[in-house]
């Protein structure tokens, strides 16, 4: 009959708090020349299922560049990624950027189960093949970030 209140826009998780862990991002609003203390910035407001800590979080605004870049023109779609850092610019910091796993088997059914056990609110163990999957994957950002996920058992 109720429900509790939705989170705030800028919800606490930053690109920081998820380095490394492989997400499904959700765009949901590309908006520009929002005022900070920074001067006017663009972003994207996204849900986040962060697949490896098994955790959502909603109604999210990201204000990287790269990351804005990379989401505006997905509104409406799941964007399945590892996050990392790009490459610095000269006197600059690496941008945050999100690196493709969408053709990574392990990372696809890892994704695919926690959104099935997301949206019908009951959550199992994760499945230990897809562990093994992904460290036998050659792609050591998604070993990394679904190891994690496996050592949450």
Same mark, same amino acid.
């Given at each position: 009959?109720?429900?509790?209140?939705? &989170?705030?826009?800028?919800?606490?998780?930053?690109?920081?708090? !998820?380095?490394? +862990?492989?997400?499904?991002?959700?765009? +949901?609003?590309?908006?520009?020349?929002?005022?900070?203390? !920074?001067?006017?910035?663009? #972003?994207?407001?996204?849900?986040? +299922?962060?697949?490896?800590?098994? $955790? $959502?979080?909603?109604?999210?605004?990201?204000?990287?560049?790269?990351?804005?870049?990379?989401?505006?023109?997905?509104?409406?779609?799941?964007?399945?990624?590892?996050?990392?850092?790009?490459?610095?610019?000269?006197?600059?910091?690496?941008?945050?950027?999100?690196?493709?796993?969408? &053709? =990574?088997?392990? #990372?696809?059914?890892?994704? &695919?189960?926690?959104?099935?056990?997301?949206?019908?609110? $009951?959550? &199992?163990?994760?499945?230990? =093949?897809?562990?093994?999957?992904?460290?036998?994957?050659?792609?050591?950002? !998604? #070993?990394?970030?679904?190891?994690?996920?496996?050592?949450?058992?």
């Amino acid at each position: 009959m109720f429900t509790s209140p939705g &989170t705030s826009e800028g919800s606490d998780v930053k690109p920081a708090d !998820l380095e490394g +862990h492989l997400l499904v991002v959700e765009p +949901h609003e590309y908006r520009e020349n929002i005022p900070t203390s !920074l001067g006017d910035k663009d #972003a994207i407001r996204v849900t986040v +299922h962060d697949i490896t800590d098994q $955790t $959502t979080y909603e109604n999210i605004l990201w204000f990287p560049r790269v990351l804005v870049g990379s989401l505006k023109n997905r509104i409406g779609q799941k964007v399945l990624a590892v996050l990392g850092k790009g490459t610095a610019k000269p006197g600059q910091s690496a941008p945050w950027v999100l690196v493709d796993a969408s &053709t =990574e088997k392990p #990372a696809v059914k890892a994704a &695919t189960a926690y959104l099935e056990q997301y949206q019908s609110g $009951t959550f &199992t163990a994760v499945d230990d =093949e897809i562990a093994q999957v992904a460290a036998e994957s050659g792609n050591p950002a !998604l #070993a990394a970030a679904l190891g994690k996920l496996g050592a949450r058992k």
